[in-house]
Structure formats: structure tokens, C-alpha cells
């Protein structure tokens, strides 16, 4: 598990970097449909820096680009958007609307939110997320604008953090 971190670590700082230099040239009205997921959350992540001013609309654009407008599964999310764990999605997106307020679009957020609880356990041959991921996703799930969705329908995160933190229980007792 750590070294897949530090890989997806090291990967991540490639996008940021590319993220970096492309962000001034783009507009919510002319993102390239060459733009890969991980390119996507990247620029996400960049904007929520607030180092570069984004145009109107961006990071909404740039969301529901990397969630196909909330035809996305969490699932496709989670695996997609690889080196960006949806904690990280959700972290900048809690940035980004302290910045600025957005009209997030509320099905790109039930998807993140639903990726993120996902991400809690493993999945396929990936590994769980790291105990500081998890706790990254409950923080910003509490914060604007994901704390309306989490009330306003059957969000899987709070149930999954805390089947979570009965797994790293039992296998901590397991241990000693």
C-alpha cells in the first residue's frame, strides 16, 4: 500500500506540473475533449490553490467533465482519476468554493461523495485509501458545498468511515 502511494504521489506532481502550465489558456467554454481524467483533476487541484485566477464556470466545467456530468460511476471515478484519490477531488472543491462561490452541479457531487466511500475499502486490486485520505474526505464532506449532499440524500460516507475504522480496529487488536 505504501508503495502504491508514493507511485500516485509521484505521478501527481506530473499532472500538477503540466496542470500548472495549461490552466491560464483555458476557459469553461473551450476545454479540450483530449483532456484525460487524471489531466482534469489535476487542473481542479491547481485551481484550488487560488495562485492563478480561473475563468467563470471553470472548476464546475472541470468536475463535471471528470465525473461525464454525473454519468460517471463512482466506481469509473475512483479508478479513473488515479493518482487523485476523490478526497483530494473533494478537498479541492471545498478550496475552491471557499475562494469563490460555484453552482456546483449536485449529481458531479453525489459522485465524488459516493467514489470517496468507495475509496475507503479496497477495490479490485487497488489498495484502500491511507488513514490520512479518509480522514481528508470526512473533513471536506463537512464543509460547502458537499455538507447540503450529505444531508440531502443517502450518502454511503459516513457508514463506510465507520465500517473503516472497525476494520483498522479489529486488525490493530489482531496485531497486539
Known amino acids: 500500500a505504501r508503495i502504491h502511494e508514493r507511485e500516485a504521489e509521484a505521478q501527481r506532481t506530473r499532472e500538477l506540473r503540466i496542470a500548472e502550465e495549461?490552466?491560464?489558456?483555458?476557459?469553461?467554454?473551450n476545454l479540450p475533449r483530449t483532456l484525460r481524467?487524471?489531466?482534469?483533476?489535476?487542473?481542479?487541484?491547481?485551481?484550488s490553490r487560488g495562485q492563478q485566477r480561473?475563468?467563470?464556470?471553470?472548476?464546475?466545467?472541470?468536475?463535471?467533465?471528470?465525473?461525464?456530468?454525473?454519468?460517471?460511476?463512482?466506481k469509473e471515478l475512483l479508478q479513473e482519476a488515479a493518482p487523485f484519490p476523490p478526497a483530494l477531488l473533494m478537498r479541492a472543491v471545498v478550496a475552491v468554493e471557499k475562494q469563490r462561490r460555484e453552482r456546483w452541479d449536485k449529481d458531479v457531487l453525489?459522485?465524488?461523495?459516493?467514489?470517496?466511500a468507495l475509496d475507503m475499502h479496497a477495490v479490485d486490486d487497488r489498495p484502500r485509501a491511507a488513514l490520512?485520505?479518509?480522514?481528508?474526505?470526512?473533513?471536506?464532506?463537512?464543509?460547502?458545498?458537499?455538507?447540503e449532499r450529505l444531508n440531502a440524500n443517502r450518502c454511503l460516507l459516513v457508514p463506510s468511515a465507520a465500517l473503516r475504522l472497525q476494520v483498522e480496529l479489529a486488525e490493530q487488536a489482531a496485531l497486539s
Do not use: I, M
Request: overall charge neutral.
Open 132 to 147: 490520512a485520505t479518509a480522514a481528508a474526505a470526512l473533513w471536506a464532506a463537512a464543509r460547502r458545498p458537499f455538507d
Open 22 to 29: 495549461v490552466l491560464p489558456k483555458l476557459t469553461a467554454d
Open 110 to 116: 453525489d459522485v465524488v461523495l459516493q467514489a470517496a
Open 37 to 47: 481524467p487524471p489531466e482534469l483533476a489535476g487542473l481542479l487541484s491547481v485551481l
Open 54 to 74: 480561473a475563468a467563470d464556470e471553470l472548476p464546475n466545467a472541470l468536475l463535471r467533465r471528470l465525473c461525464r456530468r454525473g454519468d460517471a460511476t463512482p
